[in-house]
């Protein structure tokens, strides 16, 4: 008969709950970077993406606080897709944020 190991996940779970909520954030800040270079810009490409970007935000914030209540509960492994989702918001907000810092930059 074997004992279950008891298994000591210290602090790496809020760890892990904090990088969803650093996530967020980062999306959130690079949607509204977007959205406001495309409304001083007129570029309405960059404001459509600014405003996916504030729902792809949301989202994240929510799959964050889900994740929270998964890892207070012992379930520490997340579904592949939603990591996948997660990172394909992150480097959408990446490359919103870099073509709304390119865009605003001054001619010469």
Known sequence: MSLPIARDPGLQPERTALSWTRTALVVAVNALLA???GLLHGEAW???AG???VAAASA???VGSLRRRQLEAGRYA???LLVLAVAA???ASAAAGIASILISEPQR
Request: hydrophobic share 65%; charged share 5%.
């Open 35 to 37: 959205l406001r270079t």
């Open 46 to 48: 960059l404001v459509a």
């Open 51 to 53: 405003v996916v970007l």
């Open 60 to 62: 994240v914030a929510a």
């Open 78 to 80: 997340p579904h592949p």
């Open 89 to 91: 918001a992150t480097v």
